[in-house]
């Protein structure tokens, strides 16, 4: 499961359509509703929120949102809550590690795609999140 802090619009078509699954499924183990991946480090930012299940929502907005700009069909009616959220604190040091895994995973699938990607300092979060300095997060399984 990769739920990223980047904007979806460096995903690739499978990274974006893979996040958007991948976010459902977190959506369902914040629900309650399966018993796989309770325990995945991914969903530790969503479950510290005030309302776990609005923040994931937010998260899949976004995802939504970037579909309808290239022109995919997603679902928005599977996402549980909707509204405003507050904004998540991502790390700095969060945002160049995921920049550079997704870098890898692009050169294999995607290589054009490589050439567009931002410098870390220019690099967009998902709307959900706020850059703050600091290392890589103690969620994320380096």
């Known amino acids: 499961m990769r739920l990223w802090s980047l904007h979806p619009r460096y995903l690739d078509q499978k990274g974006l359509v893979a996040c958007w699954r991948e976010t459902l499924l977190a959506q369902k183990v914040l629900a309650g509703d399966t018993r796989g991946y309770r325990n995945h480090?991914?969903?530790t930012r969503f479950r510290t929120q005030d309302d776990a299940l609005l923040a994931v929502g937010v998260y899949l907005r976004g995802l939504h949102s970037e579909a309808v700009v290239?022109?995919?069909?997603?679902?928005?009616?599977?996402?549980?809550?909707?509204?405003?959220?507050?904004?998540i604190d991502v790390t700095r040091g969060q945002m160049d590690h995921e920049l550079g895994h997704l870098r890898a995973k692009l050169m294999e699938r995607a290589p054009e795609r490589v050439a567009v990607l931002p410098v870390l300092e220019d690099v967009v979060p998902h709307p959900l999140f706020r850059v703050v300095p600091g290392p890589v997060e103690h969620w994320e399984r380096v």
């Not at 599977?78 to 405003?84: D, M, P």
Request: positive net charge.
């Open 41 to 43: 480090p991914q969903l």
């Open 70 to 87: 290239r022109g995919y069909h997603f679902n928005a009616a599977k996402i549980l809550r909707q509204g405003s959220a507050p904004l």
